[in-house]
């Protein structure tokens, strides 16, 4: 099955920061074009905060079965023109008569506002 959507996965290098931790380099992340995946709307929530109007919005990330997807719990993707990032663990799940990848789910994470 070939699935509709194509992502941008983002991965940003580590670099020390100037207070010597390491750190994200999301200016200088590296991307790789990912073809043939879902893209399914999960959940939509608006959090009550004095002062801030909020929209925070989950969508899952699946591949075609049998397709592993190299992703990262660190990793972030731009698609539908925003970037999202990884919520949790990416989910490899498993054939149990092979033990191979059947898919990949990972959670995405987008805050507004």
């Known amino acids: 099955m070939k699935y509709p959507e194509t992502v941008v996965r983002l991965r940003a ?7 010597g ?7 200088n992340a590296a ?3 990912v073809e043939n995946v879902q893209v399914q709307p999960s959940s939509s929530v608006e959090p009550v905060e004095a002062g ?3 929209v925070i ?6 591949t075609p079965i049998g397709t592993d997807l190299d ?13 999202w990032s990884v919520d949790g663990e ?14 990949v789910e990972v959670m995405l994470k987008r805050v507004a506002g």
């Open 90 to 103: 990416v989910a490899r799940h498993k054939s149990p008569s092979t033990g191979a990848v059947h898919h």
């Open 57 to 62: 919005t989950h969508m899952r990330l699946l």
């Open 31 to 33: 991307e790789l074009t």
């Open 71 to 83: 992703a990262l719990s660190t990793d972030r993707f731009r698609w539908a023109g925003a970037v």
């Open 21 to 27: 931790h390491q750190a994200s380099d999301w200016g």
């Open 13 to 19: 290098p580590l670099v020390v920061d100037r207070y």
């Open 52 to 54: 801030r109007t909020a």
